[in-house]
Nanobody, 125 residues
Framework: QVQLVESGGGLVQTGGSLRLSCAVS????????MGWFRQAPGKEREFVAG??????????YYADSVKDRFTISRDNAKTSLYLQMNSLKPEDTAVYYC????????????????WGQGTQVTVSS
């Protein structure tokens, strides 16, 4: 089992920034990718960003809607995942989840086996 616990959400004004964290623990030896997803009320859960969990030198990959505004990163000890969110917009309002998968490069929520409980991000206009 892999345990994931998000933190760092909150209320921010348009144009502001937030940094989400995800504490990772448990049996992560099969995990190859970590990702951030989000889900707004009445909408499906969508991919935000992903990063290799096995290769420390890898850069992240992003949904077009957040590219150049969000940055995903991880620590070398593989105990934490981060999402730096800049230039936030009201449409970024959602519950944000970190997730783990053994399927390299996936952007599909159905491929991620482990999920955190989520953290709310609200961007006011």
């Amino acid at each position: 089992q892999v345990q994931l616990v998000e933190s760092g959400g909150g209320l921010v004004q348009t144009g502001g920034s937030l940094r989400l964290s995800c504490a990772v623990s448990g049996r992560t030896f099969k995990t190859t990718m970590m990702g951030w997803f989000r889900q707004a009320p009445g909408k499906e859960r969508e991919f935000v960003a992903g990063i290799s969990w096995t290769w420390a030198g890898g850069s992240g990959y992003y949904a077009d809607s957040v590219k150049d505004r969000f940055t995903i990163s991880r620590d070398n000890a593989k105990t934490s995942l981060y999402l730096q969110m800049n230039s936030l917009k009201p449409e970024d309002t959602a519950v944000y989840y970190c997730a783990a998968t053994s399927k390299y490069g996936s952007r599909w929520a159905r491929d991620y086996e482990y999920w955190g409980q989520g953290t709310q991000v609200t961007v006011s206009s």
